[in-house]
């Protein structure tokens, strides 16, 4: 007698799960419809989301990352970063690899705190620069200071 009150609970619960979960499927799916028809994409009906969707989305954030990509990341929209952003990176990373050299990417990512794909454009500038010489390939890709390296960086 107990476990049916415990069964007709569980089911209740599932139901109400799945109203819910259908209700935001069809809302994505309308939302989806309008952007793709070049409409407005706020719609009539408030998108419904828990706490625990909303908090995952942010946990695997990590403080390196600038607050202006997380509110992009968060629109769903790119963040581009100036130039002199760029140039600040490529300074952040010359300077860590002039004090390390033959590290890797993933490591210079680890120490500066950012992310190995925040910095695969400035490493890519400073290498047409010629400010690196690589040995490697890929992954295994170590980065070294070229000689008359600092006389480069400055003037750029």
Do not use: C, W
Not at 30 to 45: F, I, M, R, W
Not at 74 to 103: E, Y
């Amino acid at each position: 007698m107990a476990t049916s009150n415990i069964d007709k609970e569980i089911r209740a619960r599932i139901d109400t799960f799945i109203s819910e979960l259908s209700q935001l499927v069809k809302d994505a799916a309308l939302e989806a419809v309008q952007d793709a028809l070049g409409g407005n994409s706020t719609s009539k009906t408030p998108a419904r989301r828990s706490n625990a969707t909303t908090s995952h989305s942010t946990a695997g954030t990590t403080g390196a990352v600038s607050s202006a990509r997380q509110a992009a990341k968060r629109r769903g929209r790119r963040h581009r970063r100036t130039a002199a952003d760029l140039h600040q990176m490529a300074g952040r990373i010359f300077d860590h690899v002039k004090s390390n050299p033959g590290q890797r990417m993933e490591e210079i990512s680890s120490a500066l705190g950012e992310l190995t794909y925040d910095l695969r454009r400035p490493l890519q500038q400073l290498k047409i620069e010629k400010a690196f010489k690589t040995t490697g390939q890929k992954r295994a890709t170590q980065y070294y200071l070229r000689a008359g390296a600092k006389k480069r960086a400055k003037s750029a």
